[in-house]
């Protein structure tokens, strides 16, 4: 089991900057990616960003690219996902996801494919 939990999301003004944190906990060694997806109401949950547990490869989507970075601290077993030059349209519940096994994808963008979640974060960028 891995349990994963997600802070940072708040209020913030357009142009703004805001860190998110998912702390990973459990049998952590069996993760191979973790992912940041986002799902804003009335919408399909989409990737924002993964990353391979092992190697460090990042993938972004083209939404985020240059705006967002997703990073690890690991002796703290954290990911976090730097988000600047805040849009309106990232307003969302940001998700954590991890998958525990390695099949398909390398760096999967297709939620169905990670298996464990965290809560969600709520972030609000107001114009």
């Known amino acids: 089991q891995v349990q994963l939990v997600e802070s940072g999301g708040r209020l913030v003004q357009a142009g703004g900057s805001l860190r998110l944190s998912c702390a990973a906990s459990g049998r952590t060694f069996t993760i191979y990616t973790m992912g940041w997806f986002h799902q804003a109401p009335g919408k399909e949950r989409e990737i924002v960003a993964t990353?391979?547990?092992?190697?460090?490869?990042?993938y972004y989507a083209d939404s985020v690219k240059c705006r967002f970075t997703i990073s690890r601290d690991n002796a703290k077993n954290t990911v976090y996902l730097q988000m600047n030059s805040l849009k309106p349209e990232d307003t969302a519940v940001y998700y954590c996801?991890?998958?525990?096994?390695?099949?398909?994808?390398?760096?999967?963008?297709?939620?169905?494919?990670?298996?464990?979640w965290g809560q969600g974060t709520q972030v609000t960028v107001s114009s």
């Open positions: 990353f391979r547990w092992g190697s460090g490869d990042t």
């Open positions: 996801a991890a998958r525990t096994y390695d099949s398909g994808s390398y760096l999967s963008t297709n939620p169905a494919d990670y298996n464990y």
